[in-house]
């Protein structure tokens, strides 16, 4: 069975850069979410799209944009890169608002 | 506030035995969704299983089943017949319908002894 994408698996970057995440959900699925786990943390939500409107936003920084395509498709984009946002960044999808969450490898993102 | 729970941060048992992981709830929402996510060392997030608030019976998958005792606001793990392969860190979530967001709890790391 098909499962959410995430691109790239890993990714390395300066402090000041910037970084784009890329997501791809399962097809069929019209909802999105973004998720940041820190080290030894549990993940935190960030922000979903519902039919490519953000329909929820928790504590995503100032910092952090992200958009919906029209292909269903995310896209998390993060400036200013701070040494704090070394994280996992999960993306997940789900047929609808309220039902269950399917979840990506994950993107881990170090910044130096 | 809508919170969950895990008050066990990690866990030991013997192969081929159950273990209940614990998982308590706290939400204003008359209507949510309870998940259970098993997150392996190699990183990934592996949905388990799901209880909606109002399903009458207890959810189960395979040899995972959700002690769901709504009066207390619990949602217990149970894992039947443990394999080397259930050892891994554990999440409790709830997603209530007033956002549909997961709101994940601390953890349990589990460990399956040969």
């Known amino acids: 069975a098909a499962g959410v994408i995430q691109s790239p698996r890993h990714l390395i970057k300066e402090k000041r850069e910037t970084a784009t995440l890329k997501c791809y959900p399962i097809p069929r699925h019209d909802t999105v979410y973004w998720y940041q786990q820190g080290p030894g943390q549990d993940p935190q939500f960030l922000i979903s799209?519902?039919?490519?409107?953000?329909?929820d936003k928790g504590s995503i920084p100032d910092r952090f944009s992200a958009q919906q395509f029209s292909d269903y498709h995310s896209e998390l984009n993060m400036s200013s890169l701070e040494l704090g946002d070394s994280a996992l960044y999960f993306c997940?999808?789900?047929?609808?608002?309220?039902?269950?969450?399917?979840f990506g490898p994950g993107t881990r993102l170090t910044v130096l | 506030a809508q919170k969950i729970t895990q008050t066990q941060p990690g866990m030991f048992v013997q192969e081929k035995e159950a273990v209940t992981l614990d998982c308590t709830y706290d939400?204003?929402?008359?209507?949510?969704?309870l998940f259970w996510y098993k997150q392996p060392s190699s990183g990934e997030m592996i949905f388990l299983i799901y209880?909606?608030?109002?399903?009458?019976q207890n959810a189960t998958e395979g040899r995972y089943s959700l002690n769901f005792q709504k009066a207390r606001k619990s949602a217990n793990l149970v894992i039947s017949a443990s394999q080397l392969g259930d050892s891994a860190m554990y999440f409790c979530?709830?997603?209530?319908?007033?956002?549909?967001?997961?709101?994940f709890g601390s953890g349990t790391r589990l460990l399956v002894r040969p």
């Open positions: 799209f519902y039919e490519k409107m953000q329909s």
């Open positions: 209880q909606g608030s109002y399903d009458q």
């Open positions: 997940a999808s789900s047929i609808d608002r309220n039902n269950e969450q399917f």
């Open positions: 939400t204003s929402d008359p209507s949510y969704g």
């Open positions: 979530a709830m997603s209530p319908d007033s956002s549909y967001k997961l709101i």
